[in-house]
């Protein structure tokens, strides 16, 4: 497709029919295998990357080591005034990089513009972070005794990013990252390659024109080079996005050798609207729930638990809504388009797999449940009803846009059933009742890392942190503290007494 005059913004990209997937922070290569880029929209073949080897992720490692010594030593608002630039040149490049997100990963248009968006404005939070990045003073026991606490870089992070978000996640961990310190070592999707390849140029443009050293480093690559990063002891965190299985695998191996881990795993995200709920918003926030991003999100709006009272006419109200999207099915980049084609072949499957279970436990097919015919990678936006709330195929992730609508008696049963699942990634309840509100986010309410009111279970802001609990991982990126979790913690004391003496009360003297 690359050759053709609607695809020109792919070289404006600087991206080629075949590409390099490695960037050791100079220069490109490529000696493992080719994948191939296809627009899920269409199932053609947009372009190759030829990813990276073994041998070739351990040079990126060695690169990003090397440049650490000398990062590490770069004032921190300094730092930040590269990643500053960073986020400039994406403001540059917004229009063109986030129609390929779009393309490759089958998302519409706006959804493909805000996640690169959202890159933007990490790197704008990073910047001011990066004035601060506070410690703080503790009162010490003995006279003249200060206790301080630090946060310095930990050296070389890897990052492993999913196909669903291949611009976002990897820019929320390299902006925060890079300010704290540290260098970063990449490894997107093997069927996002392009964007990698895109989104690394953009990035290392910057960092050449400012005589950086190799802070950035890409190898694209299969599983084999992902072990290698994982298992590496030179990678001091690893930052993964992906599914509870590989999760699990990952962060044991990391613990394996007592390195620092952040995960982002599954989410299994439940809407609860209760009878006192504005039910037209809560249509609204399901709808771009479970079918924005073709229900592609790990925090897609995989539950809705409606209050009986309402549940009928809640149902009624979100099956008339399928059915006009239904009307806004197209290809990502028409502008017309609401809903896009799933990723891959492999999505169709899981798909079909997950509604021929759901049928077989009992479940009734509301909406939908059917792959769409027309050239590309479309099933039809889907509602299962008449399900047990705690059936196993509920409890399962699929990464499709399917929703299982499960009626509850009351609020208190709802948030049991919000929580009963392994995973613990978002939650959202629509109640007008303040008491109802703050039950929910209270110590009885939602157990997870993101607990919404009257807004949507998806589209997280970077300003908080972001990340979930159990199954979820326990990683948090992005805003609020979460820079923490790239540093270590140094605590300092000080005596400036001018004598030695011990804590506690001890003596030790001679
Ligand atoms: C993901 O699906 O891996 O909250 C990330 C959201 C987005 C990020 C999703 N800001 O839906």
Redesign the pocket.
């Known amino acids: 497709l690359i050759d053709k005059p609607e695809y020109a913004f792919l070289k404006d990209l600087g991206l080629e029919r075949q590409n390099k997937g490695v960037f050791n922070g100079k220069s490109w290569s490529g000696s493992g295998l080719v994948t191939k880029s296809v627009d899920p929209g269409t199932g053609k073949v947009i372009a190759e990357v030829q990813t990276g080897s073994v041998d070739e992720m351990k040079s990126c490692i060695a690169a990003g080591t090397e440049a650490y010594k000398e990062w590490r030593n770069v004032p921190a608002p300094i730092r930040g005034e590269v990643v500053r630039q960073i986020g400039e040149e994406l403001r540059k490049y917004k229009e063109p990089l986030g129609k390929l997100v779009s393309l490759e990963v089958g998302k519409v248009y706006s959804e493909g513009q ?2 690169v968006q ?1 890159f933007i404005d990490i790197c704008d939070y990073a910047v001011g972070l990066s004035r601060i990045f506070a410690g703080q003073l503790i009162n010490s026991e003995r006279a003249k005794h200060t206790i301080m606490e630090a946060w310095r870089p930990l050296g070389l992070v890897g990052v492993i ?2 196909y ?2 291949p611009n ?2 990897f820019g929320w961990n390299a902006a925060i990252a890079l300010t704290t310190g540290n260098t970063v070592l990449w490894k997107g999707a093997p069927s996002t390659s392009l964007v990698s390849v895109a989104t690394t140029k953009i990035v290392s443009e910057v960092l050449k024109r400012n005589n950086m050293p190799s802070v950035i480093t890409l190898c694209e690559g299969g599983v084999d080079v992902g072990k290698q990063l994982v298992g590496d002891n030179r990678v001091k965190l690893v930052s993964f ?1 992906g599914s509870c299985e590989v999760g699990r695998n990952v962060g044991v191996a990391v613990q394996q050798r007592f390195g620092k881990s952040i995960l ?1 795993l599954g ?1 299994n995200n439940a809407l609860i609207v209760n009878d006192d709920a504005d039910v037209d918003m809560a249509l609204g926030a399901a709808l771009f729930g479970c079918i ?2 073709s229900g ?5 709006t995989r539950r809705i638990i409606v209050h009986e009272k309402i549940y009928d006419q809640f149902l009624s109200k979100l099956t008339n809504a399928y059915k006009q999207v239904m009307n806004k099915v197209g290809h990502q980049l028409e502008s017309n388009t609401l809903f896009g084609p799933v990723h891959s072949q492999v999505n169709i499957d899981n798909y079909l797999h997950t509604i021929g279970e759901a049928v077989k436990s009992g479940g009734k097919v509301a909406f939908g449940g059917k792959q769409i015919q027309r050239e590309g990678f479309f099933v039809e936006p889907t509602i299962i009803t008449n399900l047990p709330h705690d059936s196993p195929v509920v409890h399962k992730e699929t990464f499709a846009p399917i929703v299982y609508l499960l009626k509850a008696k009351s609020l208190e049963e709802a948030i049991e059933w919000n929580n009963e699942v392994e995973q613990g990634l ?1 939650s959202a309840v629509f109640t007008r009742d303040v008491s109802n509100a703050f039950q929910w986010i209270g110590a009885n309410g939602s157990d997870c890392g ?1 607990v919404n009111i009257n807004t ?7 300003g908080g942190a ?1 990340g979930g609990e159990k199954a979820t991982g326990g990683g948090r990126e ?1 805003g609020s503290d979460a820079w923490k979790q790239y540093c270590k913690r140094a605590t300092i004391t000080v005596n400036h007494s001018g004598e030695l003496a011990c804590a506690q009360g001890v003596v030790f003297d001679l």
Do not use: M
Not at 296 to 300: D, H, P, S
Not at 457 to 462: D, K, L, R, V
């Open positions: 805000g996640e959202e990013s999913a669903n978000f976002a996640v996005t982002e989410g924005g991003t592609q999100r790990c925090t897609t978002s993101i949507t279970t998806n589209g997280a802001e970077i972001f992005s």
